[in-house]
Structures are given as C-alpha cells and as structure tokens.
C-alpha cells in the first residue's frame, strides 16, 4: 500500500519529483552531531523522540552518536523500532487498553521497554500484561509539570503511584517523565525558561518525596527542542528527549534567544519539495503542496531562502504564494524548497525521506529512507 | 510499510483497537444512495472526488450507483484508480512536470483520462506526451470562478487556451472545470448560494464565448458537497465532483440550510474511534487521538452524539477533552467517538477503514478497505 518513492539513489536534485520530502544530510548530521556534543560536554543522557522522524534510519544514527535509546509515543511506533533494532524504547506516554498492553509487554521480549503511568489502573494492567508474557516493564510516573494533559498531580499523588508501580510484581518503578510540551514554544527566552523552572520545582519536591519514601528515580526525564539547555541547567533531569532538533521546522525557527533574536542552534535540515503548478495570475503562483504534504497545526510552512515570497494559503494539495512587490514571479514548473511549519505531523504525510548530499542546489540523492512507522497510531 | 488494521473482520466494535477510521456502513450507503437519487431525479452526472476517499472500494460503490467516474487531484491517486478498475478519472487539477505528465499519458491507455489545464505551456506538454504515449488526453480548460487559486479568467483567456488544446494533436478539448472550492463552506444558505450564482455568470459567459468560437463543451464541471444542488439549479454544469458527502464531516455540518439550521442532508458516516487514556485530572480526561489521527486544518473534532463533551484541544497523539459542568466524566479506557472536523486530510491519514455494520454501539465489523491512495500526492 506504501507509495513508490518520488526519487531514486543518484538522481539529481532537479529530477526528484514533488511533493517529496528531502533531507539535507549535512545539515542533518551537524544537528545530530551538535546534539551529542552537548550531552558529551555537560555529562547527560539524550534519548531522541521518535514521534518526530517516525525512522529507525534516524534512530540508529542518532544512537551511533551516543543516544541511550528512542522514545516514541505509541506502541505501534515501539514495535516498529525494536523490530529495527532499537534495543531500548521508552513510550512516553499512557498506553490502555487490554490487546496494546499485552502488545507493549511482548516487545519487552525483544528490548528495554519504558512507559509512563499516571492511574492505578495503568500501572495494574501493565503488571498483569508483564507477568503473563513473563518480562520485566520499567514504569515512569509521569507529572503534570504544566502542560495540563496527562500526569499526576506533583507531590504525594506521584508518591502513591510509584509504591504502586515497585509493589507490583512484573513492573520496575523507574522515576519520572516530566514533560513539559507547551513550555517548548514560547518565544519569549526568559519566559520560556521560566516555565520550566516553575516545572523544576515541582520534579524537586517530587523527587525529594520519592527519596524519603525510599523510591529511587534512576531517571527524570523530559525535555524537548525548544527547552533542552533549561532542562539541564537545573541538575534534576538526567534524560532529555528532544525530537524536532535534527530537522528543525519554521515553528522553533520562531524561538527567540537571549537576544531576542530567532534561534539558530539548529540548521533546517526538512524540507517540502514543492513545484509551481499554476502561474497564471498576476501576483500569485500555487505548488503542488498543500496541507496533505506539509502540515498546518503549527502555522503554514516558510518559503527557504525566498523572503520576497510568502506561502499564505493552504488547501489539501495547493499551496498559494503571495509575491512580495519586487519579488521575481516563479515560473510554472520551477522548484520552491518549503519548510514546515511542524515537522512531526509533515514527516507522518509521508511515506519516504529522500536524503540529499551536497545541498539543495546541486547535490545528489543519496538515500531514500522509509518513514516505517509512519501511521503508526496504535 | 503499511501498518496492520486496527481490527478483524467479525470484530465487535468494541473490540476495535484504536485510533481507527471507522465507516457506519449503513449511514454511507444511505448517503451514496441520496447522491444517486439527486442525479437520477435532475438527470445530472455525477463523478465524485477521490481527494476524499483515496478508496478505490468507496469509487466502485459509487460508480455501482450511477457515478460517471472519478476525480482526483494528483496522477498519484489516478494511478491507484486505474490499477483497481476505474476506467474514467478526471485529474481535477493542472500536472506539471514531464515525469509526472508522461505518467498520466501512460495511463490513458488504461482508461478515458481528463485533466485540466490553464497555461499553454501545460497544453503543450500534455500533447507531446499524449503523441508519444499514442494515447488521447481530455483536456478541460480551468477557470477561475471565485476561488482566487489556478485557472485563467473566465471569457477569451479560456477562450484561447480552448483552441490551443483543439488544435493540439493528442489532446481533445473536453470543456470547462469550474469549481469554487472556498464557495462550499460559506455558512450561510444565502451567501453561499449568491457565490455560486456569481461563479454561474462567469460559467455562461465562457460558455457562450467557447460557443462563438466553435467549441463544444462536453462537459462544465465542478460543484462539491456544500453548493452542489446552487450549480445544478443554474442548468449551466453538467457534471458535479462533490467528495465529503459520502462521509461528512465537522465543518460540512455548520453549514446552513434554508431555514438556518445545520444542514442535514447527509449523515456522518466516518468516526475516529479514540479511547481515553488519561482521566486523572478533574474536569477533564484525554483521548489517544490527536492531529495524527484527525486532521484540524478545518477545525476540531466533535465527539459524537455527547454535547457534554467538548474536544478542547489536539496535540500530535493526544485530544484534551473538556466536560460541561453535568457531563459525566469519561472514565479510563471508554470509548469515544469522534466526528473529524475535515474528512478528506483525515483519511490521509489513516491507512485502513474499519467498516461496520449495524452502528457504532452494537456493530460488527464487515470490511477492511485499504487507503490505497493515502499518500499518493505526486
């Protein structure tokens, strides 16, 4: 059912067909390569997400560079990883339901297997699932450190569930997963700091109740693209997980530094290959990428290196540009290169990365990838 | 690369792992059969839009019912038509570069092929890809009838592009593709009635122009699911390529009938089933369904039939719901369907239709379908 891809190994970068999603490979090692120096250089674990790239191409070059493992969201994207052999998986998230917990404990067969708890209920469910397939499950109690989704109550609430969690046979209480999502795009660089040590506040006083009821958090994890550095500058996070750092999208483009100015940590690495189909009309042209190959959640994509010209419009397969005054219009069939505004929900529109060396002007593909668990939603 | 379905044939609906795409079989085949009625009683063709369904088993219960064919936007979703026995698609949509225009020739020699134009330099690739596949291309002239997006201005401009497709061997000029996609979710009955009858005077002064020159417009396509009763009123289209009705959807719903009411005239008949996976929080519990599994570029998800319950908030894998002050509170695990806010990126998404029959609530699941074109964007 997968599509063919829009590219082969060895074509030119002109001969790839669009929509197609591109990586540009050297910038995309330089994020990955930026990333581990930093763990290198302040002594922490980084444990990418895989709810970003969906890739266990990714996954193994990230893990080549001193990854502890991936984290994903769903069980389907954890089978899809370990199969790929991804030996050590969190999912940092809740997983109900009878026939996905017992999907969850088959896979701890095959790998080092983590999960987050935030009911009893859970944690009982997973304790059945993991004696019945006879494994060991590494249970996360996860925190509400501000987001306001999922997570226990900070405090005493957390306490109880972690008892629960080291008291059930099958299931090893492994510490915490406070993350904090919505701090990860606030603009602002004191705000956004600011959220998260609001957040650090509450895994301290957690953690300090877990450490005189005698639990031990082997890890607290967290941590995102947009937050990372915060993370670590409190000492109470030992595991960080960001995702969007080895493509980088238009939305964390959006994140100002302690300037004030937008964030260059990381290079755009993803990009939409677009075409324009359409250039009849005076002051617009359309490509052929419309909100099924770029997605809009985080705000419509950003034309690369084109200023003069703006992607105002999406519908599902038409993306309208407006041309600034002096912009030169771009000719029906010319290649427009766009960056998403939100790269994990793009990335799941596709069914192929082809990676690019050399650049996006002259280079070559050299790889085409599949997004395997692209879908992956169970 | 594709991900295993979500349930099994004979399944009780509860036993539907999810996130799934869930079709109320009964409630579709009601709607395809009020379609059919419609172009029987006004004596209209009918050829629904693919872009919707990607679902070459949905076409055939279409065309089972009268439709002439199918529409869709891009080769990559005719070519899956075509290979699953449609023989008549309409690319609604210009197609721009040489591979892929080679690949729509290649498929008229599988089945009647149309697509659009509105540049002579895409006439002129279409003929010499039709000369060298020895195959005859349809080749509709797009206007632009209020939508601000591709097509040349209705009157001599089509006029012109008309006659250059006559004269162009391989090509056989078939009529115009006049679609005001924005016209279909003006809420208002009125309003959008009034954007129609303006994109009319723009039809039928092009037609008599078209006409003068010697042209003959077989076909004048367009309509869709919110204004396709306004085209045929105006007795000047004769083909409509509605998509949404089959399934409905959240934003089709707000739109107004006469007397100011959402409109009921075709029925949801396509969920995504979501289970709470969080409910520790007061006042609020979380499903396993987010912008992954239910697009939100026309808005949110509803939950079905509980006006209790609002669906607040998407995140990549997560829905927030939010409880009215009497709602009863969604407990851990249960149930909840959600209608999408925009059908057609929806099922994109998915890559499987879980079909039941019998409803929601005691149903057994009937029929696995692929999204055999999900994805299919070049």
């Given at each position: 059912m997968s599509v063919p891809p829009p590219a082969r190994v060895g074509d030119s970068v002109a001969e790839i067909d669009t929509p197609a999603l591109v990586i540009d490979l050297d910038a995309f090692e330089r994020n990955l390569d930026r990333m581990a120096r930093f763990a290198h250089d302040t002594g922490i674990r980084v444990r990418p997400h895989a709810k970003t790239h969906k890739s266990p191409s990714v996954a193994h070059a990230q893990i080549a560079r001193g990854a502890v493992g991936q984290c994903c969201q769903k069980v389907a994207e954890a089978e899809v990883l370990v199969h790929a052999g991804i030996h050590n998986v969190l999912v940092s998230n809740q997983v109900v339901g009878a026939a996905k917990v017992a999907r969850l404990a088959a896979l701890a067969r095959h790998a080092w297997i983590g999960v987050c708890a935030d009911d009893p209920a859970q944690v009982r469910a997973y304790g059945e699932a993991a004696r019945r397939a006879q494994v060991d499950l590494h249970v996360l109690v996860e925190i509400d450190v501000g987001a306001a989704r999922c997570g226990v109550a900070p405090g005493d609430a957390a306490v109880e569930l972690a008892k629960l969690i080291a008291d059930t046979p099958g299931l090893s209480f492994e510490g915490l997963q406070a993350y904090h999502g919505s701090a990860q795009h606030i603009r602002g660089h004191r705000e956004r700091r600011a959220a998260i040590l609001t957040a650090a506040q509450a895994v301290q006083l957690t953690g300090e109740k877990m450490g005189a009821a005698g639990l031990d958090c082997r890890t607290i994890g967290g941590a995102g693209t947009g937050s990372f550095r915060f993370e670590t500058e409190t000492g109470l996070w030992n595991e960080l997980q960001p995702g969007s750092y080895c493509f980088m999208d238009a939305d964390y483009g959006r994140n100002l530094d302690?300037?004030?100015?937008?964030?260059?940590?990381?290079?755009?690495?993803l990009f939409v290959a677009s075409t324009?189909?359409?250039?009849?009309?005076?002051g617009r042209a359309v490509v052929d990428a419309g909100h099924k190959a770029s997605a809009i959640d985080s705000g419509l994509p950003t034309v690369w290196r084109r200023p003069d010209v703006e992607y105002a419009g999406a519908a599902d397969e038409h993306g309208k540009l407006s041309l600034g005054a002096k912009a030169a219009k771009p000719a029906l069939g010319d290649r427009v290169w766009l960056v998403p505004g939100h790269v994990d929900p793009t990335v799941n529109l596709h069914d192929w990365y082809v990676g690019v060396r050399g650049?996006?002007?002259?280079?070559?593909?050299e790889c085409l990838w599949p997004v395997a668990a692209r879908g992956a939603m169970t």
């Open positions: 302690e300037e004030g100015k937008e964030k260059g940590e990381f290079e755009n690495a324009v189909m359409s250039a009849v009309a005076p650049g996006l002007e002259d280079g070559v593909v």
